[in-house]
């Protein structure tokens, strides 16, 4: 079984930048696509990119595009979120996800039918 640990979640200025990480232990994540969700406080959670297992086919949401990248090392098993030009509106629990289909389907699916979840890490911009 994989299990997902988020980190490097904090709070930045309007402007500013952050990093997340995605570890995965328990089982190879290799296969797996992999993407970051958020939620927003009061607001359904939403798609923000994906990535596919070999590290190509990146897809991003169009309120990200541009100013995140996603990013993986197989090699470590981790994902990672580049997180540029941030805005209060950024302001989410960012989530980890691990799945078997591509970054083009992941998007559409609902949360329950996504493989494995992290816990989260939060990350606030201030204005």
């Known amino acids: 079984q994989v299990h997902l640990v988020e980190s490097g979640g904090g709070l930045v200025q309007a402007g500013g930048s952050l990093r997340l990480s995605c570890a995965a232990s328990?089982?190879?994540?290799?296969?797996?696509?992999m993407a970051w969700f958020r939620q927003a406080p009061g607001k359904e959670r939403e798609f923000v990119a994906a990535?596919?297992?070999?590290?190509?086919?990146?897809y991003l949401a169009d309120s990200v595009r541009g100013r995140f990248t996603i990013s993986r090392d197989n090699a470590k098993n981790t994902v990672f979120l580049q997180m540029n030009t941030l805005k209060p509106e950024d302001t989410a629990v960012y989530y980890c996800?691990?799945?078997?289909?591509?970054?083009?389907?992941?998007?559409?699916?609902?949360?329950?039918?996504?493989?494995?979840w992290g816990q989260g890490t939060l990350v606030t911009v201030s204005s």
């Open positions: 996800v691990a799945d078997l289909h591509p970054p083009l389907t992941i998007p559409t699916m609902s949360a329950m039918d996504l493989e494995v």
């Open positions: 328990g089982r190879t994540v290799s296969g797996y696509s």
């Open positions: 990535i596919d297992w070999r590290g190509g086919s990146p």
